[in-house]
C-alpha cells in the first residue's frame, strides 16, 4: 500500500510542480551548505592545530613545559636520573616560529638599499613557519622513525648524518610543503633574515600525523642559536619503551614528574652539568618549593587546550550559520502544508477508500524525509565547495586570535558530513510533522469542501500571547550565566536562546502585523482594483503569509543585529586603536606574524633602533606566554608610567591610583586587561599569582583595561619586574616617538634599510592594518547574512507561489472579471511588497534587541569585550530598501506567472 | 640504512681483529696523524690507568666491548643467560666538528651502544641499540672508566681494585647492574698494546682486554628480580684506521675454558671466501701470558636467520694446538639458540654475537664462549 502510495501520490506531486520542489531542495541544500561549510571550516582550523612533535615521535606519553618562561638544560640529568629505572626516552624540544620575508621588488631595487621595501605598505599575515628543534641524533632510538618509511639523512648531497655537525644549520621542510625540497628556505626569524639550506623532507614518523605544511625541522641546538635561546629548552617529551608494565610505568612517570617539578633543583644538576653517570635517584626528599618548575601534560592535553580556545568561536559561527537552515526549516514547512491544502480532496478520496490514516502520515513525512535527504546531499556538496571559501576566513581569525595555522583547505569529513545530511532530513522531516498529521487528519468529508485555508501554522502565528510570552522569555535568558566548557572557555548558551526566542517572537510579531498593516493601508485602496486586492488578502492573511513574513523576520533580525554587532566592534576598536597607537612608529620582529609567534627584538637590536637621532622617545614592550590554571595567556611587561601618560590606556572602570604606574612602586601590582578579567574571573583589588622563572609572583590588580587585539588576556605589569623575572632584555615590540620635524616615513625608510628583519608600521598604517584584520575577521559574518537573506527572499516567493497556487478559483474569477495579467502582478506584488515591508520593520526592531544580545550577552560572555552600542543607520537603511525592494519586485514576477496558470487544477 | 657513522664502529671491531698481522714497522714510518686528522697508535705504548681505561677522544673509534654468562641461585640448576653490553664512541669529522658546539648537544662525538640478552632455558633473545651525540644524555670520562649512553652506564666503583660497574637493559623487558671484579690481570694485546692492523703504517689499534671478570648483581626480568653470578670479558679498544678493501666480514670468538684459560679467535673472511692470513687464535694462560696457536676454523652446521635472510655458521669444529701440552685439541663451539641475531637499525650492520657453550670432541663441556659473526647479512662493502 505504502509504495503504491508514494509513487500515487508523492512522486506525481514532484512531477506535476517540478520548479517548486527542485527550489525547496535548493533551499534546504542551501541551509544545509552553509551549516556545513562553517562545521568543516572550523574542524579544519582546529585539526590544523598540531602538536607537532608527533610528525616525529608517533606520539609521546608525557610532555612538561614550565608554567612560564622556559626550561633550563640542566633539568635533563636530573629527569634522566629520576627516571632511570623506568625505560623511557627523553626528548628535549624547542620550538619557536619563523615569517615568510615580505615580498621585495626587483633584486636592483632591492640593492638601491633604503626604501626597497619601505614602500610597500606593511601587512600582517604573511605565512608563519612553526620551527620545531629536537635532537635529530637521539630521535633515532625511537621506535617510531626506525620503521619510518624515508630516513632523515641520505649520504651525498649534503644531507648525510655528519653533514648535520656540520657548520650550517640544516632545515627539513614538509613534504606539504614542497615534493621535492628547495635549495634553502629564507626566513624572517626573530629580527634577522636568514637563509637555511634545506637538507630534506621530514621523514612521516610510524603512526604519526604528516607533517603540516608549515613545519620545518632543525637540530635542536641549531634552533637554540638561531633563536637566541641557548641553555633553555621549552619542553621535554617522554616516550616510554615498550614492554613490561607499560601502563604502570607510563603513570609512575607522570607521578615523578609531578612530584619533581615541586622539589628544587637537585645539587647534582646544579653543580656539575654534565655528570658522566648518574645511577643514582635524588639521595635526599627535595625541599618543596611553593610552584611546580613545570607543568605535566600529554599531546591529546594540547589540542584540547586549543580546541577549548576556539570552542566559544567556533560554536558562534555554527549557530550562526543555523540561521539559514532555520529559515529553511520555515519554508519546508510552508511548502508542504501548502501541498496538503492543496491536495486534500485527494487525500479524502484516499481516506474514504478506506487508506490509513497513519499511512497517509507516514508517506507525507516519507516525502519530507527525501526533500531533505536530496536538499542534504546537494547541501553537502555546496557546503564543501563553501567550506574551501570559509575555510580561509576561519584560518585567518584562528591566526590572529588563537595559534598559528597554515590551514589552506578543508576536507570533507564523515562526521560532519553525517551532521549535515542529518540536518537537513531532520529540519526537513520537524518543518513536515505537522502537514502530515494535518494530512492524516483529513476527515474523508473533506472532498466536498474544497481549498479550505488550512490553518496550520496559522493557529501559532496568530497567538499574541505566544508573541510576547517568546520575546519575555528571551529577556529572561540574557540574565543567565554562560555554560562554563572548561579551559577557560564559556558558552552563552542563555544569549543564544535568548536570540532565538527573540526571532520566534518577532516572527509572530510580524504575523500578527499584517492585517493591521492592511487596516492601514485601506486607504489606497481607491488607487485601484490591484490594491483592492491586495488589501483584501492582506486584512485576511492566510498561514502561508504570516510563515513567509517571520521567516524574512528571522533573517533581517539576525543579519541587521549582526551588522550592529559588528558597527559596534568597529566603533570600539577605532576608540581604542586611537587611544593605545600614539606613538609615531611601531617596529616588531618582521616574524611577527600571528599570535603565536614569539619572534622578538634582541637587546642589541631594540637599543641600536631606539638609538635612532630622530626617535625623542622609545617604549619597551614584551610580551610572555605563561599558563594560569591550565589555561594559555599572557604576562607583559611595559613602560606602564609612559603609556598612561600618552593616554594609552582605555580604562574599564575607574583608572589605577598613581602608584601602580611608577616603577618604583609598583611591585606586586598589576594591570589586567577586560577579556583577562573575564576568563579568570579576577576583579579590581583581588590577587593572583603568575609563575615566573624566578618564582612566583603575586599581584594585586590594580586596574582592568581594554584590549580588543587579544582574546586571551594580558596581565600587564612595570616591565622592569619581568626583565627581573625572567631575566630577559628583548623586546617584542617597541615603540618610538620622533622628535618634532622628523618624518615618519623617513625614519621609517632609515631603520628598515639598517634592520631588514624588523617589520615597521607608521601610526597611521598600524590604525588601518589593525582596522583590515578587525574586518577581515568578520568576513564570514557577512557571508552568512547575505546567504541567510537570499534565502529569506526566495522563500517570500515561494510563500507568495503557494498563495497563488492555493488561489487558483480566485485566480480564474479575476481573469474572468477582465483583470489584465498585469494588473493581478501588481496585486501580487503590493500583496508581497508590503509582507517585506512588515518583516522588515519588526525586523529591524529585532535586530536592536538582538544586537544588544549579542554586544553585552554572547560577546561579552565568549570573549569578555565590552562594546560601545553602535547602529550603522545607513547600513540598515539600506538592508531595508533592499528586502522591500527585493520583496515587490520578486512578487511582481510571481504574480506575471501566476496570472497565467491555467484554470483547471491537475494536482 | 639511516644512520651512517656507527658503520665506523663495526669497521673498526673489524680492524681490531687485525690485531697481530703484518710485517713490524719501523717507529719513523708510522704518522702521527691520519689524513683527516685523527691520533695513529703508535708502538711502545705507555698506558696510565686508570686514565686510559677512559677515552681516548683524539682517536677516531673506541668501544667497551662487554660480553658474559650469568646463572642464577636456582637450585639444583641455576638459570643461565648470555649478555652483551657495548658502547662505542665514535668521533666526528675533525672539519665539521670544528665549530663551537653547547655542552648539553655535542657534535664531537656520537655514541652507540648495544645491550643483548638471551634466556638460555628458553631461548628468548632480547637486544636493543641506542644513539646519542656526547652532552647531556651520553658522554665517556678522560681521567677513567665511566661511559654512559642514556641510562646505561660502565664504569669504575673503585678504580684501583679496578672494580666496576655495569648498568645496561632492553627496554623494560630487561635491567641489569652487575659488579665486575677482574678475576685475572689485564691482557693487553699484540704488542703490550699496541697492535697491528696491516700493511698501512696507520693500521693499528690499542688493544686492552680483561679476560675474565668475576659477576655479581642483579638481573630484573619481566619485572622479576633474579640475583645473579657469572664470569664476563672485556675488550676496550681504540684507534684511527680503515677497513682493508678485501674483507667482507669476520668471526670471532672469545672462549673461558673451567681450567682457568681463555682463548681468543678471529678470523677474517675474504670476498673470495678465504680466510685472511691475519687470522689469529690466541691462547691466554692461567697467569696472562699470551701465546699464539695454529688453528682449523670448521662451520659444521648452518642457520637461516627469519629476520634478515642471512646465513650463519653455527656449530663450529675448532682444531688447534694446547701451549701447555703441545697436544692438538678439538672444540665444539655450540651456540645455545641459533637466534642471537642482532639485526641493527641504528648502526646499519646486521650481525651475529651469541653466547655458546665450548665442548670437547667427546661433547664434555670444557666452558663458555661468545661468538660474533659478521658480514653474513651482507658484504660489508659499505665500510670500505
Same mark, same amino acid.
Given at each position: 500500500m505504502l509504495?503504491?502510495l508514494?509513487?500515487r501520490l508523492?512522486?506525481?506531486h514532484?512531477?506535476?510542480?517540478p520548479?517548486q520542489?527542485?527550489l525547496?531542495?535548493?533551499?534546504?541544500?542551501l541551509?544545509v551548505?552553509?551549516?556545513t561549510?562553517v562545521?568543516?571550516?572550523?574542524?579544519?582550523a582546529?585539526?590544523?592545530?598540531?602538536h607537532f612533535?608527533?610528525t616525529l615521535?608517533?606520539?609521546?606519553?608525557w610532555?612538561?613545559q614550565?608554567?612560564a618562561?622556559?626550561?633550563p638544560?640542566?633539568?635533563?640529568?636530573?629527569?634522566?636520573?629520576?627516571l632511570a629505572?623506568l625505560?623511557?626516552?627523553i626528548?628535549?624540544?624547542i620550538?619557536?616560529t619563523?615569517?615568510?620575508?615580505a615580498p621585495?621588488?626587483s633584486p636592483a631595487?632591492?640593492?638601491?638599499?633604503?626604501?626597497?621595501n619601505?614602500d610597500?605598505?606593511?601587512?600582517?599575515?604573511?605565512?608563519?613557519?612553526?620551527?620545531?628543534?629536537?635532537?635529530?641524533?637521539a630521535?633515532?632510538?625511537l621506535?617510531?622513525?626506525?620503521?619510518?618509511a624515508?630516513?632523515?639523512f641520505r649520504d651525498?648531497?649534503?644531507?648525510?648524518f655528519?653533514?648535520?655537525?656540520?657548520?650550517?644549520?640544516?632545515?627539513?621542510?614538509?613534504?606539504?610543503?614542497?615534493p621535492? !625540497?628547495?635549495?634553502?628556505?629564507?626566513l624572517?626569524v626573530?629580527d634577522?633574515?636568514?637563509?637555511?639550506r634545506?637538507?630534506?623532507?621530514i621523514?612521516?614518523?610510524?603512526?604519526?600525523?604528516?607533517a603540516?605544511v608549515?613545519l620545518?625541522?632543525?637540530?635542536?641546538?641549531r634552533l637554540?642559536?638561531?633563536?637566541?635561546r641557548?641553555?633553555q629548552?621549552?619542553?621535554?617529551?617522554f616516550?616510554?619503551e615498550p614492554?613490561h608494565a607499560?601502563?604502570?610505568r607510563?603513570?609512575e612517570v607522570?607521578?615523578?614528574?609531578?612530584?619533581?617539578?615541586l622539589?628544587a633543583p637537585?645539587?647534582s644538576s646544579a653543580?656539575?652539568?654534565?655528570?658522566?653517570s648518574i645511577?643514582h635517584?635524588?639521595?635526599? /626528599?627535595?625541599?618543596p618549593?611553593?610552584?611546580?618548575r613545570?607543568?605535566?601534560?600529554t599531546?591529546?592535553g594540547?589540542?584540547?587546550?586549543?580546541?577549548t580556545?576556539?570552542e566559544?568561536f567556533?560554536?558562534?559561527l555554527?549557530?550562526?550559520s543555523?540561521?539559514a537552515?532555520?529559515?529553511g526549516?520555515?519554508?519546508?514547512?510552508?511548502a508542504l502544508?501548502?501541498?496538503?491544502?492543496?491536495?486534500?480532496?485527494e487525500?479524502?478520496?484516499?481516506?474514504?477508500l478506506?487508506v490509513d490514516a497513519?499511512?497517509i502520515?507516514f508517506a507525507w513525512l516519507?516525502?519530507?524525509?527525501?526533500?531533505?535527504l536530496?536538499g542534504g546531499?546537494?547541501?553537502?556538496l555546496?557546503?564543501?565547495a563553501?567550506?574551501?571559501?570559509?575555510v580561509?576566513?576561519?584560518g585567518?581569525?584562528?591566526?590572529?586570535?588563537?595559534?598559528?595555522?597554515?590551514v589552506?583547505?578543508?576536507?570533507?569529513a564523515w562526521p560532519?558530513?553525517?551532521?549535515?545530511?542529518?540536518a537537513?532530513?531532520?529540519?526537513?522531516?520537524?518543518?513536515?510533522w505537522?502537514?502530515?498529521?494535518?494530512?492524516?487528519?483529513?476527515?474523508?468529508?473533506q472532498?466536498l469542501?474544497?481549498g479550505?485555508p488550512?490553518?496550520?501554522?496559522g493557529?501559532w502565528l496568530?497567538?499574541?500571547?505566544l508573541?510576547?510570552?517568546?520575546?519575555?522569555?528571551?529577556v529572561?535568558?540574557?540574565r543567565?550565566? !554562560?555554560l562554563?566548557?572548561?579551559?577557560g572557555?564559556?558558552?552563552?548558551?542563555?544569549?543564544?536562546?535568548?536570540?532565538f526566542?527573540?526571532?520566534?517572537?518577532?516572527?509572530?510579531?510580524?504575523?500578527?502585523?499584517?492585517?493591521a498593516?492592511g487596516?492601514?493601508l485601506?486607504?489606497?485602496?481607491?488607487r485601484?482594483?490591484?490594491?483592492?486586492?491586495a488589501?483584501g488578502?492582506?486584512?485576511?492573511p492566510t498561514?502561508?503569509?504570516?510563515l513567509?513574513?517571520a521567516?524574512l523576520?528571522?533573517a533581517i533580525?539576525?543579519?541587521?543585529?549582526?551588522?550592529?554587532?559588528?558597527?559596534?566592534?568597529?566603533r570600539?576598536?577605532?576608540?581604542?586603536?586611537?587611544?593605545?597607537l600614539?606613538a609615531d612608529?611601531y617596529?616588531?620582529s618582521?616574524?611577527?606574524?600571528s599570535?603565536?609567534?614569539?619572534?622578538r627584538?634582541a637587546?642589541a637590536t631594540?637599543?641600536?633602533l631606539?638609538?635612532h637621532p630622530?626617535?625623542a622617545?622609545?617604549?619597551?614592550f614584551?610580551?610572555?606566554?605563561?599558563?594560569l590554571?591550565?589555561? !594559555?595567556?599572557t604576562?607583559?611587561?611595559?613602560?606602564?608610567?609612559?603609556?598612561?601618560g600618552?593616554d594609552?590606556?582605555?580604562?574599564?572602570?575607574p583608572?589605577?591610583?598613581?602608584e601602580?604606574?611608577?616603577?618604583?612602586r609598583?611591585a606586586?601590582?598589576a594591570l589586567?586587561s577586560e577579556?583577562?578579567s573575564q576568563r579568570f574571573?579576577?576583579?579590581?583589588g583581588d590577587?593572583l599569582t603568575v609563575?615566573?622563572p624566578?618564582?612566583?609572583?603575586?599581584?594585586?590588580?590594580?586596574a582592568?583595561f581594554?584590549?580588543?587585539?587579544n582574546?586571551?588576556?594580558t596581565v600587564?605589569? /612595570?616591565?622592569?619586574h619581568?626583565?627581573?623575572?625572567f631575566?630577559?632584555d628583548h623586546?617584542?615590540?617597541?615603540?618610538?616617538?620622533?622628535?618634532?620635524?622628523?618624518?615618519a616615513?623617513?625614519?621609517r625608510?632609515?631603520?628598515?634599510?639598517?634592520?631588514?628583519?624588523v617589520?615597521?608600521?607608521t601610526?597611521?598604517?598600524?590604525?588601518a592594518?589593525?582596522?583590515?584584520?578587525f574586518?577581515q575577521t568578520?568576513?564570514?559574518?557577512y557571508?552568512?547574512?547575505?546567504?541567510?537573506?537570499?534565502v529569506?527572499?526566495?522563500?517570500?516567493?515561494?510563500?507568495?507561489?503557494?498563495?497563488?497556487?492555493?488561489?487558483? /478559483?480566485?485566480?480564474?474569477?479575476?481573469?474572468a472579471?477582465?483583470f489584465?495579467r498585469?494588473?493581478?502582478?501588481r496585486?501580487?506584488?503590493i500583496e508581497?511588497?508590503?509582507?517585506?515591508?512588515c518583516a522588515?520593520a519588526v525586523?529591524l526592531?529585532l535586530?536592536f534587541g538582538?544586537?544588544?544580545?549579542?554586544?553585552?550577552?554572547?560577546?561579552k560572555q565568549?570573549f569578555?569585550?565590552?562594546?560601545?552600542?553602535?547602529?550603522?543607520?545607513?547600513q540598515?537603511?539600506?538592508?531595508a530598501v533592499l528586502?522591500?525592494g527585493?520583496g515587490?519586485g520578486?512578487s511582481y514576477l510571481?504574480g506575471r506567472?501566476?496570472a497565467?496558470?491555467?484554470?483547471?487544477r491537475?494536482? | 640504512?639511516? =644512520?651512517?657513522p656507527?658503520?665506523?664502529?663495526?669497521l673498526?671491531v673489524?680492524?681490531?681483529?687485525c690485531?697481530?698481522c703484518?710485517?713490524?714497522?719501523?717507529a719513523?714510518e708510522?704518522?702521527?696523524r691520519?689524513?683527516?686528522g685523527?691520533?695513529?697508535?703508535?708502538?711502545?705504548p705507555?698506558?696510565?690507568?686508570?686514565?686510559?681505561?677512559?677515552?681516548?677522544p683524539?682517536?677516531?673509534i673506541?668501544?667497551?666491548?662487554?660480553t658474559?654468562?650469568?646463572?642464577?641461585?636456582d637450585?639444583?640448576?641455576?638459570?643461565?643467560?648470555g649478555?652483551?653490553?657495548?658502547?662505542f664512541?665514535?668521533?666526528a669529522?675533525l672539519?665539521t666538528?670544528?665549530?663551537p658546539a653547547?655542552?648539553?648537544?655535542?657534535h664531537?662525538?656520537?655514541?652507540?651502544?648495544?645491550?643483548?640478552?638471551?634466556?638460555?632455558?628458553?631461548?628468548r633473545?632480547l637486544?636493543?641499540?641506542r644513539l646519542?651525540?656526547?652532552g647531556?644524555?651520553a658522554?665517556?670520562?678522560?681521567t677513567?672508566?665511566?661511559?654512559r649512553?642514556g641510562d646505561?652506564s660502565?664504569r669504575?666503583?673503585d678504580a684501583?681494585?679496578?672494580?666496576?660497574?655495569?648498568?645496561?637493559?632492553?627496554?623494560a623487558?630487561?635491567?641489569?647492574?652487575?659488579t665486575?671484579?677482574p678475576?685475572?690481570?689485564l691482557?693487553?694485546?699484540?704488542?703490550?698494546?699496541?697492535?697491528r692492523?696491516?700493511?698501512?703504517?696507520?693500521?693499528a689499534? =690499542?688493544y686492552?682486554?680483561f679476560?675474565?671478570?668475576?659477576l655479581?648483581g642483579a638481573?630484573t626480568?619481566?619485572g622479576?628480580?633474579?640475583?645473579?653470578?657469572?664470569?664476563?670479558?672485556m675488550?676496550?679498544?681504540?684507534?684511527?684506521?680503515?677497513l682493508?678493501?678485501?674483507?667482507?666480514?669476520w668471526d670471532?670468538?672469545s672462549a673461558?675454558?673451567?681450567?682457568?684459560?681463555?682463548?681468543?679467535?678471529?678470523?677474517?673472511?675474504?670476498a673470495d671466501g678465504?680466510?685472511d692470513p691475519?687470522s689469529?687464535?690466541?691462547w691466554?694462560?692461567?697467569?696472562?701470558?699470551?701465546a699464539?696457536?695454529p688453528f682449523?676454523?670448521?662451520?659444521?652446521?648452518?642457520?637461516?636467520?627469519?629476520?634478515?635472510?642471512?646465513?650463519?655458521?653455527?656449530r663450529?669444529?675448532?682444531?688447534?694446538?694446547?701451549?701447555?701440552s703441545?697436544?692438538?685439541?678439538?672444540f665444539?663451539i655450540?651456540p645455545?639458540?641459533?637466534?642471537q641475531e642482532?639485526a641493527g637499525?641504528?648502526?646499519g650492520?646486521?650481525?651475529?654475537?651469541g653466547?655458546c657453550?665450548?665442548?670437547?670432541?667427546?661433547?664434555?663441556?670444557?666452558g663458555?664462549?661468545?661468538?660474533e659473526?659478521?658480514?653474513?647479512d651482507r658484504a660489508l662493502?659499505v665500510l670500505r
Amino acid at each position: 500500500m505504502l509504495p503504491l502510495l508514494l509513487r500515487r501520490l508523492s512522486l506525481r506531486h514532484a512531477r506535476l510542480a517540478p520548479g517548486q520542489t527542485a527550489l525547496l531542495v535548493l533551499i534546504l541544500a542551501l541551509g544545509v551548505a552553509v551549516f556545513t561549510a562553517v562545521r568543516l571550516a572550523n574542524r579544519a582550523a582546529v585539526s590544523s592545530f598540531t602538536h607537532f612533535t608527533d610528525t616525529l615521535t608517533g606520539t609521546s606519553d608525557w610532555i612538561i613545559q614550565a608554567p612560564a618562561g622556559r626550561l633550563p638544560e640542566a633539568v635533563l640529568p636530573e629527569l634522566r636520573a629520576a627516571l632511570a629505572d623506568l625505560a623511557v626516552q627523553i626528548h628535549p624540544v624547542i620550538e619557536s616560529t619563523g615569517s615568510e620575508p615580505a615580498p621585495t621588488a626587483s633584486p636592483a631595487e632591492a640593492d638601491a638599499g633604503a626604501g626597497a621595501n619601505a614602500d610597500a605598505p606593511p601587512r600582517f599575515g604573511r605565512r608563519t613557519y612553526t620551527l620545531l628543534g629536537v635532537d635529530l641524533v637521539a630521535i633515532a632510538n625511537l621506535a617510531a622513525q626506525q620503521t619510518a618509511a624515508d630516513p632523515f639523512f641520505r649520504d651525498g648531497g649534503g644531507g648525510g648524518f655528519f653533514d648535520l655537525f656540520g657548520p650550517e644549520p640544516l632545515v627539513w621542510l614538509s613534504p606539504a610543503y614542497a615534493p621535492t !625540497p628547495p635549495g634553502h628556505l629564507d626566513l624572517i626569524v626573530n629580527d634577522r633574515p636568514v637563509r637555511l639550506r634545506v637538507a630534506g623532507l621530514i621523514p612521516r614518523a610510524t603512526d604519526g600525523p604528516a607533517a603540516p605544511v608549515g613545519l620545518v625541522v632543525l637540530d635542536l641546538p641549531r634552533l637554540q642559536r638561531l633563536v637566541g635561546r641557548e641553555g633553555q629548552i621549552d619542553r621535554v617529551e617522554f616516550v616510554l619503551e615498550p614492554g613490561h608494565a607499560l601502563e604502570a610505568r607510563r603513570a609512575e612517570v607522570s607521578r615523578r614528574l609531578t612530584r619533581l617539578a615541586l622539589a628544587a633543583p637537585s645539587a647534582s644538576s646544579a653543580s656539575a652539568h654534565h655528570p658522566p653517570s648518574i645511577t643514582h635517584l635524588p639521595s635526599s /626528599d627535595p625541599q618543596p618549593s611553593s610552584a611546580p618548575r613545570w607543568l605535566v601534560s600529554t599531546p591529546g592535553g594540547r589540542r584540547d587546550t586549543a580546541e577549548t580556545m576556539t570552542e566559544a568561536f567556533r560554536l558562534n559561527l555554527t549557530v550562526l550559520s543555523l540561521i539559514a537552515l532555520l529559515v529553511g526549516l520555515y519554508l519546508v514547512f510552508q511548502a508542504l502544508d501548502g501541498a496538503v491544502v492543496r491536495r486534500r480532496a485527494e487525500i479524502a478520496i484516499l481516506r474514504s477508500l478506506g487508506v490509513d490514516a497513519r499511512v497517509i502520515r507516514f508517506a507525507w513525512l516519507a516525502e519530507a524525509a527525501v526533500l531533505g535527504l536530496a536538499g542534504g546531499a546537494l547541501g553537502l556538496l555546496l557546503g564543501w565547495a563553501g567550506a574551501q571559501v570559509a575555510v580561509r576566513a576561519v584560518g585567518q581569525t584562528v591566526n590572529a586570535l588563537y595559534y598559528a595555522t597554515s590551514v589552506q583547505a578543508a576536507q570533507l569529513a564523515w562526521p560532519e558530513a553525517a551532521l549535515g545530511l542529518a540536518a537537513g532530513v531532520v529540519a526537513s522531516v520537524l518543518a513536515g510533522w505537522a502537514p502530515a498529521r494535518a494530512a492524516a487528519e483529513t476527515p474523508p468529508a473533506q472532498v466536498l469542501v474544497r481549498g479550505a485555508p488550512g490553518a496550520i501554522g496559522g493557529r501559532w502565528l496568530r497567538s499574541w500571547p505566544l508573541a510576547l510570552g517568546a520575546i519575555a522569555l528571551g529577556v529572561a535568558l540574557t540574565r543567565l550565566p !554562560p555554560l562554563d566548557l572548561g579551559g577557560g572557555t564559556r558558552f552563552p548558551l542563555g544569549g543564544h536562546l535568548a536570540a532565538f526566542c527573540g526571532i520566534l517572537g518577532g516572527g509572530v510579531l510580524a504575523a500578527l502585523a499584517i492585517p493591521a498593516l492592511g487596516r492601514a493601508l485601506r486607504p489606497l485602496a481607491a488607487r485601484g482594483a490591484s490594491w483592492r486586492v491586495a488589501i483584501g488578502h492582506l486584512l485576511r492573511p492566510t498561514g502561508r503569509h504570516r510563515l513567509a513574513a517571520a521567516a524574512l523576520v528571522c533573517a533581517i533580525g539576525m543579519a541587521a543585529g549582526m551588522a550592529i554587532l559588528v558597527a559596534s566592534f568597529e566603533r570600539s576598536v577605532r576608540g581604542w586603536v586611537q587611544s593605545a597607537l600614539q606613538a609615531d612608529l611601531y617596529l616588531s620582529s618582521a616574524g611577527a606574524q600571528s599570535a603565536t609567534a614569539d619572534n622578538r627584538l634582541a637587546p642589541a637590536t631594540w637599543r641600536a633602533l631606539a638609538a635612532h637621532p630622530a626617535v625623542a622617545k622609545a617604549s619597551i614592550f614584551s610580551a610572555y606566554p605563561l599558563t594560569l590554571d591550565g589555561k !594559555p595567556t599572557t604576562l607583559g611587561g611595559g613602560d606602564l608610567a609612559d603609556q598612561s601618560g600618552r593616554d594609552g590606556f582605555l580604562w574599564v572602570g575607574p583608572p589605577p591610583p598613581a602608584e601602580a604606574l611608577d616603577p618604583a612602586r609598583n611591585a606586586g601590582l598589576a594591570l589586567v586587561s577586560e577579556s583577562f578579567s573575564q576568563r579568570f574571573r579576577i576583579q579590581r583589588g583581588d590577587t593572583l599569582t603568575v609563575p615566573t622563572p624566578a618564582g612566583p609572583r603575586t599581584l594585586r590588580v590594580a586596574a582592568l583595561f581594554a584590549d580588543y587585539g587579544n582574546e586571551r588576556g594580558t596581565v600587564l605589569v /612595570d616591565r622592569t619586574h619581568t626583565t627581573r623575572w625572567f631575566d630577559d632584555d628583548h623586546a617584542t615590540s617597541i615603540s618610538l616617538d620622533l622628535l618634532p620635524g622628523a618624518v615618519a616615513e623617513t625614519v621609517r625608510a632609515d631603520l628598515l634599510a639598517a634592520h631588514p628583519g624588523v617589520s615597521i608600521f607608521t601610526n597611521s598604517s598600524l590604525r588601518a592594518e589593525v582596522l583590515r584584520i578587525f574586518r577581515q575577521t568578520f568576513s564570514i559574518t557577512y557571508a552568512l547574512q547575505i546567504i541567510g537573506l537570499a534565502v529569506a527572499v526566495v522563500g517570500l516567493a515561494l510563500s507568495l507561489v503557494s498563495v497563488l497556487l492555493d488561489r487558483r /478559483d480566485e485566480l480564474t474569477t479575476l481573469r474572468a472579471l477582465g483583470f489584465r495579467r498585469s494588473e493581478i502582478a501588481r496585486a501580487t506584488a503590493i500583496e508581497g511588497g508590503v509582507l517585506a515591508l512588515c518583516a522588515t520593520a519588526v525586523g529591524l526592531a529585532l535586530s536592536f534587541g538582538l544586537g544588544w544580545v549579542l554586544i553585552h550577552v554572547i560577546n561579552k560572555q565568549s570573549f569578555g569585550w565590552t562594546l560601545a552600542f553602535s547602529a550603522p543607520a545607513a547600513q540598515l537603511a539600506a538592508l531595508a530598501v533592499l528586502v522591500i525592494g527585493t520583496g515587490f519586485g520578486v512578487s511582481y514576477l510571481v504574480g506575471r506567472w501566476g496570472a497565467a496558470l491555467p484554470a483547471d487544477r491537475e494536482e | 640504512m639511516k =644512520y651512517q657513522p656507527p658503520l665506523h664502529f663495526l669497521l673498526s671491531v673489524f680492524c681490531a681483529f687485525c690485531a697481530f698481522c703484518g710485517q713490524p714497522l719501523r717507529a719513523s714510518e708510522i704518522p702521527l696523524r691520519t689524513p683527516d686528522g685523527f691520533a695513529v697508535p703508535q708502538p711502545g705504548p705507555a698506558f696510565t690507568f686508570p686514565r686510559d681505561h677512559g677515552s681516548h677522544p683524539d682517536y677516531k673509534i673506541e668501544w667497551w666491548y662487554l660480553t658474559g654468562h650469568l646463572f642464577t641461585a636456582d637450585k639444583p640448576t641455576p638459570r643461565r643467560f648470555g649478555f652483551q653490553a657495548t658502547f662505542f664512541r665514535s668521533a666526528a669529522p675533525l672539519a665539521t666538528a670544528a665549530h663551537p658546539a653547547p655542552a648539553a648537544f655535542g657534535h664531537d662525538q656520537i655514541h652507540l651502544a648495544h645491550m643483548a640478552l638471551v634466556d638460555v632455558a628458553t631461548g628468548r633473545f632480547l637486544h636493543q641499540e641506542r644513539l646519542n651525540r656526547a652532552g647531556w644524555d651520553a658522554a665517556a670520562s678522560t681521567t677513567t672508566l665511566d661511559v654512559r649512553n642514556g641510562d646505561w652506564s660502565l664504569r669504575f666503583i673503585d678504580a684501583a681494585s679496578e672494580k666496576m660497574q655495569l648498568v645496561g637493559g632492553i627496554r623494560a623487558d630487561a635491567r641489569f647492574t652487575f659488579t665486575l671484579t677482574p678475576a685475572k690481570p689485564l691482557v693487553r694485546f699484540g704488542e703490550a698494546g699496541y697492535s697491528r692492523k696491516g700493511a698501512a703504517p696507520t693500521a693499528a689499534s =690499542y688493544y686492552l682486554t680483561f679476560p675474565r671478570l668475576a659477576l655479581a648483581g642483579a638481573l630484573t626480568l619481566d619485572g622479576v628480580e633474579l640475583p645473579v653470578t657469572g664470569q664476563a670479558w672485556m675488550d676496550h679498544e681504540y684507534s684511527s684506521s680503515q677497513l682493508d678493501k678485501n674483507q667482507v666480514g669476520w668471526d670471532w670468538l672469545s672462549a673461558q675454558l673451567h681450567d682457568g684459560r681463555e682463548l681468543m679467535f678471529y678470523a677474517l673472511r675474504a670476498a673470495d671466501g678465504t680466510l685472511d692470513p691475519a687470522s689469529t687464535l690466541t691462547w691466554i694462560a692461567r697467569d696472562g701470558t699470551l701465546a699464539r696457536a695454529p688453528f682449523l676454523w670448521q662451520p659444521l652446521t648452518t642457520w637461516k636467520s627469519p629476520h634478515t635472510g642471512a646465513i650463519y655458521p653455527q656449530r663450529i669444529r675448532l682444531t688447534t694446538t694446547d701451549p701447555e701440552s703441545r697436544a692438538e685439541v678439538v672444540f665444539i663451539i655450540e651456540p645455545f639458540h641459533p637466534d642471537q641475531e642482532l639485526a641493527g637499525k641504528l648502526g646499519g650492520v646486521t650481525y651475529w654475537e651469541g653466547a655458546c657453550r665450548l665442548l670437547a670432541a667427546d661433547g664434555a663441556e670444557l666452558g663458555s664462549a661468545y661468538l660474533e659473526l659478521t658480514g653474513y647479512d651482507r658484504a660489508l662493502t659499505v665500510l670500505r
